[in-house]
């Protein structure tokens, strides 16, 4: 029997912060994804928000959250720390741990912009209590995270990328090709950094809800290569 569909608010304590979020998970959900925003966003970012319900009505659980304070959120120096953001995500993770494990839920990261750099420094650092299982990135900048990471990266990771967004494309490419995991780069045809042109961001939640399905579902171990 599956357990009852979950949504609740939460309060994550990092730092001297408290991180506002918002988890919700369906009754038969098989992942868990844990969002990570781009710089000057929230978690109330409407693509985000959109990616997260078409995961829902997929059968995966959703954690949003505010990576930093309102106050540090308004410094760049804060929103451009991925080593800060990074470990802000972890927190998260293992804030939501022990619902994962209660519900058998195995754990991914959707990273977009400054928070896809965080996702992947988060994932080469995560433990065997709480798993990364997966990395999907939307228009992220990978790079960011360094050299050393991106060698590091053992799970299957996704880049998506605007197909007219062509400098953090090109950067998408160079931090592929850095990678040793399972790992793909999809291109959304004519579109910005901001996926919004029309159409565009239904083809980001449809990439991004079919490489998570493919990883995190129970039938699925997801291959990873250990660097």
């Known amino acids: ?37 781009g710089s000057g966003s929230s978690r ?11 995961l829902h009505a997929a059968g995966l659980g959703t954690l949003l959250f505010d990576l930093l304070s309102a106050e540090e ?10 080593e800060l953001l990074a470990r ?10 022990s619902i994962a494990r209660e519900r058998g839920l195995r754990l991914g990261y959707f990273g977009a ?7 992947i420094l988060a994932a080469t650092e995560s433990d065997d209590a709480c798993p990364i299982e997966v990395v999907v ?12 990471a991106l060698d590091k990266l053992a799970c299957p990771t996704l880049l998506i990328v605007g197909a007219a967004d062509l400098d953090v494309l090109d950067l998408n490419r160079q931090a592929l090709s850095q990678m040793h995991c399972e790992k793909a780069l999809e291109t959304v045809p004519r579109a910005t950094h901001l996926f919004e042109e029309e159409g565009a961001l239904e083809q ?16 699925t171990q997801p291959k990873r290569h250990a660097r």
Do not use: K
């Open 1 to 37: 029997m599956n357990p009852e569909p979950l949504s609740l608010s939460m309060d994550i304590v990092a730092d001297n912060a408290v991180l506002e979020g918002t988890l919700d998970c369906p009754g038969n959900a098989t992942g868990l994804v844990i969002f990570a925003h």
């Open 44 to 54: 109330l970012s409407p693509r985000n928000r959109y990616v997260a319900d078409q």
């Open 73 to 82: 959120a308004s410094h760049a120096s804060c929103r451009f720390d991925i």
């Open 88 to 97: 802000r995500l972890q927190t998260a993770t293992r804030a939501v741990g």
């Open 113 to 119: 912009s400054t928070g896809a750099a965080a996702a």
């Open 137 to 148: 990135s939307r228009g992220g900048r990978p790079d960011l995270a360094g050299p050393r």
């Open 204 to 219: 980001v939640a449809e990439l991004a809800r079919a490489w998570f399905v493919r990883y995190l579902s129970a039938a």
